[in-house]
Protein backbone atom coordinates (compact mmCIF):
# COMPACT_ATOMS: atom_id res chain seq x y z
CA UNK A 1 0.00 0.00 0.00
CA UNK A 2 1.39 3.75 -0.79
CA UNK A 3 0.73 6.70 0.96
CA UNK A 4 0.32 10.04 -1.20
CA UNK A 5 1.98 12.68 0.55
CA UNK A 6 1.81 13.43 4.29
CA UNK A 7 -1.70 13.33 5.73
CA UNK A 8 -3.46 11.74 2.99
CA UNK A 9 -5.60 8.70 2.63
CA UNK A 10 -3.62 5.52 1.79
CA UNK A 11 -4.06 4.44 -2.23
CA UNK A 12 -2.70 1.87 -4.53
CA UNK A 13 -2.85 -0.98 -6.46
CA UNK A 14 -4.23 -4.85 -4.62
CA UNK A 15 -4.51 -7.88 -6.01
CA UNK A 16 -8.50 -8.57 -8.13
CA UNK A 17 -10.51 -9.74 -5.88
CA UNK A 18 -9.04 -7.29 -3.31
CA UNK A 19 -7.00 -10.23 -1.95
CA UNK A 20 -4.92 -10.36 1.43
CA UNK A 21 -3.73 -12.95 3.54
CA UNK A 22 -6.74 -12.64 6.04
CA UNK A 23 -9.37 -11.99 3.51
CA UNK A 24 -10.68 -9.87 1.28
CA UNK A 25 -9.93 -5.98 1.53
CA UNK A 26 -12.44 -3.55 2.91
CA UNK A 27 -13.96 -1.28 0.60
CA UNK A 28 -13.39 1.49 2.93
CA UNK A 29 -9.46 1.85 1.86
CA UNK A 30 -9.37 3.24 -1.56
CA UNK A 31 -6.98 0.61 -3.67
CA UNK A 32 -7.71 -0.24 -7.32
CA UNK A 33 -7.47 -4.01 -8.13
CA UNK A 34 -5.04 -5.24 -10.70
CA UNK A 35 -5.95 -7.67 -13.68
CA UNK A 36 -4.28 -10.13 -11.48
CA UNK A 37 -4.41 -11.78 -8.45
CA UNK A 38 -1.29 -12.35 -8.26
CA UNK A 39 0.58 -10.71 -5.25
CA UNK A 40 3.40 -10.30 -7.16
CA UNK A 41 1.92 -7.67 -9.87
CA UNK A 42 0.61 -5.64 -7.05
CA UNK A 43 3.82 -5.38 -5.45
CA UNK A 44 5.93 -4.16 -9.20
CA UNK A 45 2.47 -1.60 -9.50
CA UNK A 46 2.86 0.15 -5.93
CA UNK A 47 6.55 0.56 -6.57
CA UNK A 48 6.73 1.78 -10.16
CA UNK A 49 3.49 4.31 -9.58
CA UNK A 50 5.23 5.31 -6.25
CA UNK A 51 8.24 8.02 -5.80
CA UNK A 52 9.67 6.12 -3.46
CA UNK A 53 9.75 2.91 -1.18
CA UNK A 54 9.59 2.49 2.35
CA UNK A 55 10.60 -1.16 3.57
CA UNK A 56 9.72 -2.07 7.21
CA UNK A 57 11.47 -4.99 7.96
CA UNK A 58 12.86 -7.76 10.63
CA UNK A 59 15.39 -10.07 10.17
CA UNK A 60 16.05 -11.53 6.49
CA UNK A 61 14.46 -10.14 3.37
CA UNK A 62 12.46 -12.95 1.98
CA UNK A 63 9.40 -13.30 -0.58
CA UNK A 64 7.57 -10.47 -1.25
CA UNK A 65 9.84 -8.00 0.68
CA UNK A 66 12.84 -9.44 -0.84
CA UNK A 67 10.44 -8.89 -4.65
CA UNK A 68 9.85 -5.23 -3.82
CA UNK A 69 13.75 -4.18 -2.74
CA UNK A 70 14.52 -5.99 -6.14
CA UNK A 71 12.09 -4.24 -8.03
CA UNK A 72 13.02 -0.82 -6.55
CA UNK A 73 16.37 -1.42 -7.15
CA UNK A 74 16.81 -2.78 -10.93
CA UNK A 75 13.88 -2.97 -12.55
CA UNK A 76 13.15 0.88 -11.98
CA UNK A 77 15.44 2.42 -10.67
CA UNK A 78 13.54 4.21 -7.89
CA UNK A 79 14.96 5.53 -4.50
CA UNK A 80 14.83 2.79 -1.71
CA UNK A 81 14.91 3.25 2.60
CA UNK A 82 14.93 -0.15 3.81
CA UNK A 83 14.72 -0.19 8.23
CA UNK A 84 15.31 -2.85 10.03
CA UNK A 85 13.12 -2.76 12.61
CA UNK A 86 15.52 -4.59 15.41
CA UNK A 87 18.15 -2.20 14.91
CA UNK A 88 16.16 0.90 15.65
CA UNK A 89 14.66 4.02 13.83
CA UNK A 90 16.67 7.11 12.38
CA UNK A 91 13.97 9.54 11.35
CA UNK A 92 16.04 12.56 10.72
CA UNK A 93 18.10 10.53 8.23
CA UNK A 94 14.53 9.30 6.59
CA UNK A 95 13.42 12.71 6.44
CA UNK A 96 16.43 13.39 4.62
CA UNK A 97 16.09 11.13 2.08
CA UNK A 98 12.32 11.81 1.33
CA UNK A 99 12.98 15.56 1.06
CA UNK A 100 16.08 15.24 -1.05
CA UNK A 101 14.27 12.60 -3.36
CA UNK A 102 11.24 14.70 -3.72
CA UNK A 103 9.27 11.77 -2.70
CA UNK A 104 4.98 12.68 -2.84
CA UNK A 105 3.88 9.24 -3.28
CA UNK A 106 5.63 6.76 -1.18
CA UNK A 107 5.42 3.24 -1.05
CA UNK A 108 5.20 0.98 1.98
CA UNK A 109 6.08 -2.26 2.17
CA UNK A 110 7.16 -5.09 4.38
CA UNK A 111 6.35 -8.51 5.52
CA UNK A 112 3.06 -10.10 6.14
CA UNK A 113 2.00 -10.91 9.77
CA UNK A 114 1.89 -14.51 9.11
CA UNK A 115 5.40 -14.57 8.20
CA UNK A 116 6.94 -12.13 11.16
CA UNK A 117 4.26 -12.46 14.08
CA UNK A 118 3.91 -8.99 15.37
CA UNK A 119 5.11 -6.96 12.30
CA UNK A 120 1.83 -5.20 12.38
CA UNK A 121 2.70 -3.45 15.64
CA UNK A 122 6.06 -2.65 15.19
CA UNK A 123 5.48 -1.16 11.69
CA UNK A 124 2.67 1.09 12.35
CA UNK A 125 5.14 2.29 15.38
CA UNK A 126 7.30 3.08 13.12
CA UNK A 127 5.25 4.84 10.82
CA UNK A 128 3.91 6.93 13.19
CA UNK A 129 7.56 7.73 14.65
CA UNK A 130 9.08 8.29 10.82
CA UNK A 131 5.93 10.08 9.20
CA UNK A 132 4.43 12.04 11.84
CA UNK A 133 6.80 14.66 12.88
CA UNK A 134 7.71 15.15 9.61
CA UNK A 135 6.50 18.75 7.90
CA UNK A 136 8.33 19.76 4.67
CA UNK A 137 9.91 23.39 5.36
CA UNK A 138 7.25 26.38 4.32
CA UNK A 139 9.10 26.93 0.91
CA UNK A 140 8.40 23.18 -0.39
CA UNK A 141 4.65 23.79 0.45
CA UNK A 142 4.77 26.44 -1.56
CA UNK A 143 4.19 28.88 0.83
Keep these: ?54 VLNRGALEGGTRLTVRLAR ?18 ARFRAWLLRHRIATLNVAGPRESKRPGIYREAHAALLRLLRPFRRPARDRGG
Design 74 to 91: KRYAKPLFVVQLEKGLAP
Design 1 to 54: MRRARSGSRPGGWCPRGRRAEDGPIARRYRLRETPSADYAQRTAWNVRDSDGTL
